[in-house]
Antibody, heavy 118, light 111 residues
Framework: QEQLVASGGGLVKPGGSVRLSCGAS????????MSWIRQAPGKGLEWVSY????????IYADSVKGRLTVSRDNAMNSLYLQIDSLRAEDTAVYYC???????????WGQGTLVTVSS | QSALTQPRSVSGSPGQSVTISCTGT?????????VSWYQQYPGKAPKLLIY???KRPSGVPDRFSGSKSGNTASLTISGLQADDEADYYC???????????FGGGTKLTVL
């Protein structure tokens, strides 16, 4: 069964950092473009980051630019998202998803919740 | 850029059809044939329903259909079923800098 599993979320203090991971089973990520999409509690979906299959192209939403770093390790079949200088408004479920260069997403992970609070 | 505009809620009775609109601009919906739609149940990850305006992934019933005219895309669900009650999101490619924009989501209630 093809499955993405996001992990690494939790309670983090404002100004802190968190590193999210996304692993895959039954699915090779090495040839896939990937994205991170977040959803604040009770709110809609917000795309935040995209990385090409080789990792050479990275795109970030303006709302998070400068604080997020997306990376991948194709040998480990994994995707990562580092979020620095966390703010209360970063509180959200973060989903990883297989992404297409023309902007649609299939094979979503189950999401990992990041809560920013003192 | 602003999110795409969707109605906050729509409703219909079992067996009826409903249409959810998604309005963007000439920089996103109107400029690219890369509109996708997602279904999300509470506490679950979204699921791809439609991509490239009107294409369905395998396994998605043909009761779900997509279309686009100008800056507005639409998702039509025919033969409504109780299980269709969920949140629906549209998404459009918006160029290599912005990448994509999502709509604010529409809650579908099956009466």
């Amino acid at each position: 069964q093809e499955q993405l599993v996001a992990s690494g979320g939790g309670l983090v203090k404002p100004g802190g950092s968190v590193r999210l991971s996304c692993g895959a089973s039954g699915l090779s990520l090495s040839g896939s473009y990937m994205s991170w999409i977040r959803q604040a509690p009770g709110k809609g979906l917000e795309w935040v980051s995209y990385i090409s299959s080789s990792g050479s192209t990275k795109i970030y939403a303006d709302s998070v630019k400068g604080r997020l770093t997306v990376s991948r390790d194709n040998a480990m079949n994994s995707l990562y998202l580092q979020i620095d200088s966390l703010r209360a408004e970063d509180t959200a479920v973060y989903y990883c998803a297989v992404s297409y260069s023309s902007g649609w997403f299939d094979h979503w992970g189950q999401g990992t919740l990041v809560t920013v609070s003192s | 850029q602003s999110a795409l505009t969707q109605p906050r809620s729509v409703s219909g009775s079992p067996g009826q059809s409903v249409t959810i609109s998604c309005t963007g601009t000439s920089s996103d919906v109107g400029n690219w044939n890369y509109v996708s739609w997602y279904q999300q149940y509470p506490g679950k990850a979204p699921k791809l329903l439609i991509y490239v305006v009107d294409k369905r992934p395998s396994g998605v019933p043909d009761r779900f259909s997509g279309s686009k005219s100008g800056n507005t895309a639409s998702l039509t669900i025919s033969g409504l079923q109780a299980d269709d009650e969920a949140d629906y999101y549209c998404c459009s490619y918006a160029g290599s800098y912005t990448f994509v924009l999502f709509g604010g989501g529409t809650k579908l209630t099956v009466l």
